[in-house]
C-alpha cells in the first residue's frame, strides 16, 4: 500500500562523517520530502522533491527523487553535532489528496 | 520566517474529556492538516481541510474528531471524548498548495488521564 520503508532505523558516526538515509515504497508517490525533527519540536521541512529523478541540495543535505518515482534518498555530508535528530521522510501519494504519508526515521546520533 | 503556532504546548485531560487544540496557520496558506505522533512513533495524518471543508480524513479521524476554522486565522482541532489512546503530540501544518511542503507547528502533547 502507502507504506515508506525508512532505513537505517538508526545511525551512530563519527563528526565529519558522510551520511545516507532513504526510503522506499511499493507505491507511487507524487512528491517526496525530507524533514527533520528535534525533541519535543514539530518536524522541519529540509528540502522537497516534485519530480522524478531531481536532486536537490541545501547546504550539506543532498536528496533525490527516484526516477521510479517510488524512493529517494537523503544525504548529509560531513555532519556536525547539530545534525542530531530523527530525520523523516515523507511522501504524497499519486491519487488525489495531499496528505503526507511518514517514514518510521532515521536516528541519527554523531560522536564528537 | 512565518511559522505555525500552536496552543497549548501541553494539555493534560480527563477520559471522556473534550478537548480543543488550536493553531494560527501561515496567514497566504489555503491547506492545513492535522496530524498525530504517538510517542516513539512516525507521525500520522489525520485531516485536510481545504475552501472551508474537509478535503480528506483517515481512519483515525473517527466521529469523535471534528475540525474547524472559526475566523480566517484559527484552525482547530477538537475531540468529544478523549480516550487514553488519544495520547500524543498533534501537529497542525499548512501549505500554499497540494505539492507545496507543509510547515508545520511546535505541537501540542495531549496527555488523557
Known amino acids: 500500500g502507502q507504506q515508506l520503508n525508512q532505513s537505517p532505523q538508526s545511525m551512530f558516526i563519527q563528526e565529519g562523517e558522510d551520511v545516507s538515509m532513504n526510503c522506499t515504497s511499493s507505491s507511487i508517490f507524487n512528491t517526496w520530502l525530507w524533514y527533520k525533527q528535534d525533541p519535543g519540536e514539530g518536524p522541519v521541512l529540509l528540502i522537497a522533491?516534485?519530480?522524478?529523478?531531481e536532486l536537490t541540495s541545501n547546504g550539506r543535505l543532498t536528496a533525490q527523487f527516484g526516477i521510479t518515482r517510488k524512493d529517494s534518498f537523503l544525504n548529509i555530508s560531513a555532519s556536525i553535532p547539530s545534525d542530531v535528530g530523527i530525520y523523516f521522510c515523507?511522501?504524497?501519494?499519486?491519487?488525489?489528496?495531499?496528505?503526507?504519508?511518514f517514514g518510521a526515521g532515521t536516528i541519527l546520533r554523531v560522536k564528537s | 520566517e512565518p511559522e505555525v503556532t500552536q496552543t497549548p504546548s501541553h494539555q493534560v485531560t480527563q477520559m471522556g474529556q473534550e478537548v480543543i487544540l488550536r493553531c494560527v496557520p501561515i496567514s497566504n496558506h489555503l491547506y492545513f492538516y492535522w496530524y498525530r505522533q504517538i510517542l516513539g512513533q512516525k507521525v500520522e495524518f489525520l485531516v485536510s481541510f481545504y475552501n472551508n471543508e474537509i478535503s480528506e480524513k483517515s481512519e483515525i479521524f473517527d466521529d469523535q474528531f471534528s475540525v474547524e476554522r472559526p475566523d480566517g486565522s484559527n484552525f482547530t482541532l477538537k475531540i468529544r471524548s478523549t480516550k487514553l489512546e488519544d495520547s500524543a503530540m498533534y501537529f497542525c501544518?499548512?501549505?500554499?498548495?497540494?505539492?507545496?511542503?507543509?510547515?508545520f507547528g511546535s505541537g501540542t502533547r495531549l496527555t488523557v488521564v
Open positions: 501544518a499548512s501549505s500554499e498548495g497540494p505539492r507545496y511542503g507543509y510547515t
Open positions: 515523507a511522501g504524497q501519494p499519486m491519487e488525489y489528496g495531499n496528505k503526507l504519508v
Open positions: 522533491l516534485y519530480k522524478a529523478g
